[in-house]
């Protein structure tokens, strides 16, 4: 079945960059997502890359994707404590429904 | 500006007790989940519905029902309340045309079975 795994915990330095990792399994997936989600709300899309590309830059984000290794990053640059919340990774491999990560909590220390 | 909303934040109920929780979302998505969030693992699919009137189960259905008479609304059950089923519960909508079909979701509802 199909399964997205990432570590549960990342604690950086403001103004660091922060790298969080995911691994999935299913390589029909058409799309991959990363989630943020605030103390006390809801998840929120913070970006996304198709499948058939490598990399997507927005602004202080970089997504990488390594097709052959299921492996996708995402790269946060001078990190702020506004940064400080929990990252979901996501995939898609049919219209609408995703698999989540169990998510990474990021805290950035002053 | 897009919406999903759900009934109440936070939500108190015994065991035994029938629990509704209700989301509805105005942006016209033909998609709609009921997700559980809980410490470490993460978030885990109950049901989900692609049309009104129809569902689908996801990875962990037991102890729960859903409904969807309507397309905006979509509504979780648990018929009857166990300990076990305090957690957060989270609401999402989707749209299958157009890219890059994400989620959209509400606030969450903090359920505690007491």
């Known amino acids: 079945g199909e399964d997205v795994e990432q570590s549960l915990f990342l604690s950086v330095r403001e103004g660091d960059s922060s790298v969080i990792n995911c691994t999935y399994t299913?390589?029909?997936?058409?799309?991959l997502y990363w989630y943020k989600q605030e103390p006390g709300a809801g998840l929120q899309l913070l970006t996304y890359i198709f499948s058939n590309m490598d990399m997507k830059q927005d602004q202080r984000l970089t997504v990488l994707l390594n097709k052959k290794d299921k492996h996708l990053s995402l790269r946060i640059a001078d990190t702020q404590t506004g940064d400080s919340a929990i990252y979901f990774c996501a995939e898609m491999f049919n219209a609408g429904k995703s698999t989540f990560g169990d998510g990474t909590t990021l805290t950035v220390k002053p | 500006d897009v919406k999903v909303t759900q009934s109440s934040r936070y939500l108190v109920k015994r065991t035994g007790e029938k629990v509704f929780l209700e989301c509805v979302q105005d942006?016209?998505?033909?998609?709609m989940f009921w997700y559980r969030q809980d410490p470490g693992l993460g978030l885990r699919l109950i049901y989900f519905s692609y049309d009104v009137k129809m569902k689908e189960k996801g990875d962990i259905p037991e102890g729960y029902s859903v409904s969807r008479e309507k397309k905006e609304r979509f509504s979780l059950i648990l018929e009857s309340a166990s300990t076990n089923q305090t957690s957060m519960y989270l609401c999402?909508?989707?749209?299958?045309?157009?890219?890059?079909?994400?989620?959209?979701f509400g606030p969450g509802t903090r359920l505690t079975v007491l």
């Open positions: 999402a909508s989707s749209d299958t045309s157009g890219s890059p079909y994400e989620q959209f």
């Open positions: 942006m016209d998505h033909e998609n």
């Open positions: 299913d390589s029909s997936s058409t799309y």
